[in-house]
């Protein structure tokens, strides 16, 4: 069946500049994770979705960055005002709650701020 | 908070060789344990788990222990092929997190496997 997928695969963006970072989870499953791979910081958490409510966005480094999710499926990261250290790549991930940390990850969203 | 610790890359080994990768964590409780797997090219998948002391998470010829006495989880592999080179990652999730399974990761093992 269909896996996670995230678009665009490739962001370059000035900076300043909005973007926004789509993930498409796999269906039915009701839990939704962001997460950040760069150089510096590894893997980080960044957001968690049950359903279309985000009971934990601790992870979110500034209130520049903000997501939605929307009809218990698709979910949007948008970060406003890009910086340089925004670059990274963004991953996206989906699971059944019942399969402990059974994570099914998208192959992720490279963003470039020049 | 909770946290892992990896052992340091890039690791490079010849085929048919042993491997083991580092992992120690700390955490409040007993929480489960990953090790997930980037193939290059790839996204992230998972390769092992094991979610209470002493259990073994095995697959595609990869092991580890769930150790509580030494809070750790270590990667083994008997005999590492050319397949094998990757990025590996360790993870926990803590228990009883009210079904908010989010992973912390290690910094990562890049494993690079010679003929």
């Known amino acids: 069946g269909a896996g996670v997928s995230q678009s665009p695969s490739n962001k370059v963006t000035e900076k300043g500049k909005d973007v926004e970072l789509r993930c498409d989870p796999i269906?039915?499953?009701?839990?939704l994770y962001w997460y950040r791979q760069s150089l510096g910081q590894g893997l980080e958490f960044l957001i968690y979705f049950q359903g279309n409510s985000a009971p934990d966005k601790s992870g979110l480094p500034s209130d520049r960055f903000s997501a939605e999710r929307t009809g218990g499926s698709v979910s949007t990261l948008t970060i406003q005002r890009t910086q340089q250290e925004d670059s990274a790549v963004y991953l996206c991930a989906s699971s059944l709650v019942v399969r402990v940390g059974e994570q099914f990850f998208g192959p992720g969203t490279r963003l470039t701020v020049l | 908070g909770d946290s892992v610790t990896q052992m340091e890359g890039p690791v490079t080994l010849s085929e048919e060789a042993f491997l083991t990768i580092n992992c120690t964590y700390t955490a409040t409780g007993y929480p489960s344990l990953f090790w997930y797997v980037q193939y290059p090219g790839e996204g992230l998948q998972l390769l092992l788990k094991a979610t209470k002391a002493d259990d073994k998470g095995s697959n595609k010829g990869f092991e580890a222990t769930y150790r509580k006495e030494t809070t750790s989880f270590h990667l083994e592999k008997g005999s590492v092929q050319v397949s094998d080179s990757a990025v590996y990652f360790c993870a926990l999730v803590p228990p009883s997190n009210f079904g908010n399974e989010k992973l912390t990761f290690g910094t990562g093992t890049r494993l690079t496997i010679i003929p």
């Open positions: 269906s039915g499953h009701t839990a």
